[in-house]
């Protein structure tokens, strides 16, 4: 069976895409389990509007050229041909059949829906109307009888979660707009400012357009309005001009606008080198690493004067493991001080990445000395500065680990993970028994041979199969292994607790992951996954006859009760309610609803505070800005644990001792849960929902897009330190199916590696860590906090 190939053109292959809808170009869409909501703009148009459509579009785009939702073309079934114009101006053009304009009060698969029309100009930012979240919004306009009306040809913003399937029916008796009526009947309507939607019959002669018009309605017929008329005539060109438009506007750019508006380039003639670097670097953002490596290799060709390019072709090259060329582009990117420091970062990088840490170190080094506030490279400069404790313990006794190892100021729940996976297989989790290496450090000969010398190899846990994080082509997961390395793996192979860690809306490019998947499961003597989610998109990804090796083992992070004998459930708990927010890729997180989270979650801070000291748990410094953002947006501070500061049994015991967590990072939830303490999960990301599936409490998870999500966890805050004793005994029973789904896996694992039973007699280990004596110290990074960037 073939993996599954990309589509070409844009829309979704296979399985229809949730709705029935299209969706961006290998983007994985699970808003049905993440709550993210579905945006479109829509418009209807016969073929004698379509000539006032194509002026909206090109107004949209000129306007808002940050902006590129769907776009919902509704007509009366026109051919195909009919939308060639309107699809060189958008590339989320989605033509669909209807019978009036009103059919946008349908279901049409979105959850907020934007009506324009074809008689409309846009002049402004539609911004705010894209956070926008209850009921329909119009602009009321004045009526022969000195009454407001929505117009049925006026821009309407629907919350679909509002409306009912069907369109709106004139009420008995009476006349009057159709959408006015119905609105006013159901109580619906939302009044927008006027400028949202300006009339031009209100303009007379040459009254100009207010400065403050955002969408200007011309209607159906000519207005007479000559200002009217030429703030539409700005907007009819030619394709080639508005292309043009586009490329010169200042600021950010939309992806998916951008490399419409610029590819192809004009043939015969050389393409503005800025032009070509910015659509390279979409390209890279987007993973599509091969073209952004072709368009500026002819464009750096014999240009060393341009180094922006040199580093993003460099990083674009390093990410096709083509470490050679990317090292010599990189060097060439240093000549410039403007980004020495930044290409000398990429350059450890890329040097550790091969293990040549000496390299790396010294390439550090020049970053400082070109700019000694560079972040980066002073993190390589720490991590290379001494070299990885040695191994303590006979090869033959000791088990590889092919994991994440955090350090420094990094992600807190990176550094907890890799110790609670070496405590499943007994007390000691040091380098007498581990043999580390990193999962993104490249596995070569004298790597092969190392973990081949080790009585079994664990890679895990967590959210390694991720395309974007160290992104490599040898694998197309955060493993840096070529396949014929794997192939030539002899040690047992067992990966622990891993997870599908796509984001709703991230894409990537399937085909050089789902090979390196198949090679992995067919090499592996054990494939476990650490959520029911991830074995679904996985077994996706694989052949028929290999799904049913893939197999369920929980985050061990979950049964931390059952792993540390530290962990006292009958100790008291600090009258605290923790809090935790995550900003990677906060676009694919929040969408338009970032400020609707912020408000709404300081509405629960404060009715949470009534009732408990609430404190924020930053697991990596970037977490900190929800505290700056809510302190500087509603006046609220909260006292911060940094626990990237932590030591991992500090982390535990800060974790053990609060009385409720409520986290949007993945181990902000799986870590206190694990040490007994109630959560309530933020959902940005579908892994949360699917730990909550797990345990069969979906509703310990609220959406970070839910219109009340204030009051839900208000409501659920409350009900969880109202009764503490059961939340807590509901936690610890839903612990035991994830202990005794480990214990099974572990017995396994156990034969597998020729190990002695490490948790005998009993759920719990019997005995500290390194209970082995001294030889048996903590592995590195693992226990102790990193004091050297002290």
């Known amino acids: 069976m073939n993996s599954p190939a990309e589509p070409t053109d844009g829309r979704r292959t296979g399985p229809a895409a949730p709705h029935g809808r299209p969706g961006a170009p290998g983007a994985d869409d699970r808003s049905a389990v993440t709550g993210k909501r579905r945006i479109a703009f829509a418009a209807y148009a016969d073929e004698d509007r ?222 503005p080198v800025d032009l070509v670097r910015q659509v390279a670097e979409v390209h890279r953002q987007q993973g599509r690493y091969e073209e952004a490596v072709a368009l500026l290799t002819a464009a750096v060709a014999d240009r060393p004067d341009l180094p922006r390019c040199h580093e993003t072709l460099g990083i674009s090259l390093m990410a096709l493991s083509r470490y050679e060329e990317a090292e010599a582009h990189l060097l060439l990117a240093t000549v410039s001080p403007d980004f020495a420091a930044r290409a000398y970062g990429q350059l450890a990088r890329l040097a550790w990445l091969q293990g040549r840490d000496e390299d790396a170190h010294a390439y550090a080094r020049e970053g400082l000395d070109a700019d000694p506030a560079d972040g980066n490279c002073h993190a390589w400069h720490v991590r290379t500065r001494q070299a990885e404790a040695p191994d303590q313990g006979p090869a033959a006794e000791q088990l590889a680990h092919v994991a994440l190892f955090a350090d420094g100021q990094e992600n807190a729940g990176d550094k907890v993970l890799p110790e609670a996976v070496r405590m499943c297989f007994g007390p000691d989790t040091g380098p007498a028994r581990w043999h580390e290496r990193s999962v993104h450090r490249l596995v070569d000969e004298p790597a092969l041979e190392q973990l081949n010398a080790r009585r079994g190899i664990v890679v895990g846990g967590g959210g390694l199969f991720l395309p974007d994080t160290a992104p490599n082509s040898n694998s197309g997961w955060q493993w840096n292994i070529p396949d014929d390395v794997l192939e030539r793996i002899t040690a047992p192979l067992a990966v622990f607790a891993v997870g599908y860690n796509v984001f709703d809306g991230q894409r990537y490019r399937r085909e050089r992951f ?173 892994k949360l929902a699917y730990f909550l599936s797990d345990v069969e409490r979906p509703d310990w998870g609220v959406s970070v897009h839910d219109r009340s999500l204030g009051a839900r966890l208000a409501e659920r805050a409350a009900a969880v330190l109202d009764d503490h004793p059961a939340a807590v005994a509901d936690v610890h029973g839903r612990q035991e199916r994830l202990w005794s789904v480990t214990r099974a896996n572990l017995a396994e694992l156990r034969e597998l590696f020729g190990l002695p039973d490490p948790l005998p007699g009993g759920p719990r280990v019997p005995g500290p860590r390194g209970a082995d004596g001294p030889a048996a110290g903590p592995a590195r990074g693992l226990h102790l906090p990193d004091t050297r960037t002290k």
């Open 514 to 686: 789902a090979a390196s998947l198949r090679a992995l499961v067919e090499k592996s003597a054990f494939f476990g996954l650490r959520n029911q989610g991830s074995v679904d998109r996985v077994r996706e990804l694989l052949p028929e006859e290999l799904r049913d090796r893939v197999r369920y083992q929980p985050c061990p992070t979950t049964v931390a009760r059952h792993l540390d004998p530290g962990l006292d459930d009958g100790a008291g708990r600090d009258d605290t309610v923790l809090i935790n927010c995550a900003y990677d890729r906060a676009g694919l997180r929040f969408g338009h609803d970032y400020g609707h989270f912020l408000a709404e979650t300081a509405a629960a801070v404060r009715a949470i505070g009534e009732r408990a000291e609430v404190r924020y748990a930053a697991h990596m410094p970037a977490d900190e800005k929800f505290v700056h953002d809510l302190r500087r947006e509603h006046g609220i501070a909260l006292p911060v644990e940094q626990l990237y500061l932590f030591s991992n049994d500090r982390i535990r015991e800060l974790y053990r001792r609060t009385r409720l967590v409520i986290g949007m990072r993945g181990h902000a939830g799986m870590i206190p849960f694990g040490c007994g303490t109630p959560i309530i999960s933020l959902v940005s990301h579908p």
């Open 50 to 271: 379509m000539p006032g459509l194509l002026v909206l579009l090109r107004s949209l785009a000129l306007t808002n050229p940050a902006v590129c939702e769907d776009f919902l073309l509704l007509h009366p079934g026109l051919p195909d041909s009919a939308f060639d114009a309107a699809h060189r101006l958008h590339p989320r053009l989605v033509p669909r059949t209807a019978e009036s304009r009103l059919d946008v009060f349908r279901a049409t698969g979105y959850d907020t829906v934007i009506a324009l029309g074809p008689g409309m100009v846009v002049l402004g930012s539609l911004l705010p109307l894209l956070t926008l979240r209850s009921g329909v919004a119009a602009v009321p306009q004045p009526g022969p009888g000195g009454e407001r009306t929505v117009r049925d040809e006026g821009l309407l913003v629907i919350q679909r979660q509002d409306v009912t399937d069907a369109v709106p029916t004139v009420p008995a008796g009476g006349g009057g707009s159709t959408v006015d009526r119905a609105l006013t009947a159901a109580g619906l309507l939302e009044p927008l400012d006027a400028r949202y939607d300006f009339p031009a019959d209100r303009l007379y002669a040459d009254t100009p357009v207010p400065a403050s018009t955002v969408v200007l309605n011309l209607g159906e017929g000519l207005t007479t309005s000559a200002p009217a008329r030429e703030a539409r005539e700005r907007y009819e060109m030619d394709d080639e001009a508005f292309r043009a438009a586009y490329r010169a506007l200042p600021g950010p750019k939309h992806p998916e606008l951008l490399l419409h508006c610029a590819l192809p380039f004009p043939e015969g003639g050389r393409a």
